[in-house]
């Protein structure tokens, strides 16, 4: 299913391949964790592999413990495109961390697995397509001293990269990192009330889906089985292969979303909305989806504006209900609403980037974010 491009190999017995694997583990984990003495020549996508998951693993580690200095020893800021990616990095450890406290949780857990697509070298540079599903792991606050018997929520995301390794020192070094950055519409919480917003949050409980229609389990189920990188690892991080994915040419966010309630919610195609060999405008674009939705009356708009104004009203969502995000006016991005955490707090999934059952605001709560919520009529 995935494109594999080896990368010059040798003729290395199984044995001695075995034993290159196990020496790349020992010293990286040896070297400050990420560096890695390697003979170049003998490197190729499965000990590539190894190689980035361990990687990935030492940034989740120091992305929990909100050090940045020992981030930074992963990249090359030497050069521009290498800086930038560590800068990038260094914003959103700063915004999760902050969106945490604003939530009044801790995350306990950040873990990621990774399918290599292909790698390739071009002198001292290795570039790794990837596709990368990260599971994170949050308690509230208010649960910590019983932390062994907390409710521990979990959230997913799926991102795809194009990252460049090179080795410097002995190291192997980042030096260009490339993705679709879920956090990347919201690096920034100093707008919202945090105190009042966070008593409101640790106020909530958790909510009881077990009564409703089954239309509504059934477009859910839907959205957790196609939700790509940041579904079960069992669906092998795909897309439903009946429809086209548009996340090449702006975004595949309402096409999912169209899909979701036709394929699981058996909402019947219109002359408006619909899809052939492609979607219509109403099915594959953001701002469409939401207005034919609204003047079709198959849906009924909740309440409207700022995270701020919205926070409330956001407990009456339910599953199978959507979120249109917007942006200086325009919607720009739709997602599903798929459940609950242990306060009532709503989840939410979608494309670009893939998210499974993800708290609904993480991405996209400063001042300059509005909110439709929409009770979608089943």
């Given at each position: ?8 190999t040798?003729?290395i ?7 290159i ?9 040896l ?7 390697s003979?170049?020549?003998l ?7 190894v ?11 120091m992305?929990?413990?909100n ?7 992963l ?5 521009t495109?290498?800086?930038w ?6 914003r ?7 969106w ?6 801790r ?5 990621t ?10 002198k ?10 990260t599971?994170y792991?949050?308690?509230y606050?208010?649960?910590?001293p ?11 995301i799926?991102?795809y990269h ?17 993705y679709?950055?879920?956090?990347a ?10 105190k009042?917003?966070k008593?409101r ?20 189920a839907?959205?957790?089985?196609y939700?790509?990188a ?11 292969k ?8 702006g975004?595949d ?7 979701i309630?036709?394929?699981g919610?058996?909402?019947?195609k ?13 099915w ?6 939401k ?9 009924s ?5 700022t995270?701020?104004?919205v926070l409330?009203?956001?407990y009456?969502?339910?599953?199978g ?21 242990s ?5 939410v ?14 991405g996209?709560?400063?001042r ?11």
């Open positions: 299913m995935f494109l594999v491009i080896k990368l010059k040798f003729a017995h199984g044995l001695f391949f075995i034993l694997i196990f020496c790349a583990v020992f010293l990286l984990k070297n400050s964790e990420h560096s890695l003495p003979n170049k020549d490197i190729d996508q499965e000990e590539m592999s190689i980035l998951q361990e990687l990935f693993n030492y940034r989740n580690r992305l929990l413990a050090d940045i200095k020992k981030i930074e020893l990249y090359d800021t030497g050069q495109v290498g800086r990616a560590f800068e990038h990095q260094a959103r450890m700063r915004y999760l961390h902050n945490a406290d604003k939530q009044g949780v995350f306990i857990d950040i873990k697995k990774l399918r290599v697509r292909w790698v390739k070298k071009k001292d540079t290795i570039t790794s397509n990837i596709v990368a599903s599971e792991k949050y308690i606050e208010d649960a910590l019983q932390a062994l018997t907390a409710k521990v929520n979990m959230f997913r799926g991102t194009l990252l460049d390794l090179k080795i410097l020192d002995q190291k192997w070094l980042i030096g260009r990192e490339w679709t950055d879920p956090f519409d919201s690096l920034r919480l100093d707008n919202i009330k945090t009042e917003n008593e949050i640790k106020a909530g409980n958790a909510r009881d889906f077990s009564q409703l229609e089954q239309r509504r389990l059934e477009a859910v839907y959205a957790d089985r939700c790509g940041a579904a079960d690892e069992e669906y092998e991080y795909a897309y439903n009946k429809y086209r994915n548009y996340n090449p040419f975004g966010c309402a096409n999912f979303a169209s899909q309630l036709h394929e919610g058996k909402f019947r219109t002359s408006v909305w619909n899809y052939q060999r492609g979607g219509s405008q109403a594959v674009n953001a701002q469409a989806f207005d034919f939705m609204l003047s079709s009356k198959r849906a708009l909740i309440t409207y504006g995270y701020d104004q409330e009203a956001s009456q969502l339910l599953p209900d959507f979120i249109a995000y917007e942006k200086k006016g325009r919607v720009t991005h739709i997602s599903v609403v798929t459940g609950a955490d306060k009532g707090y709503t989840f999934n979608s494309h670009n980037a893939d998210r499974y059952h993800v708290p609904w605001d993480l996209w709560s400063d300059g974010i509005k909110f439709w919520l929409v009770r979608v009529d089943y």
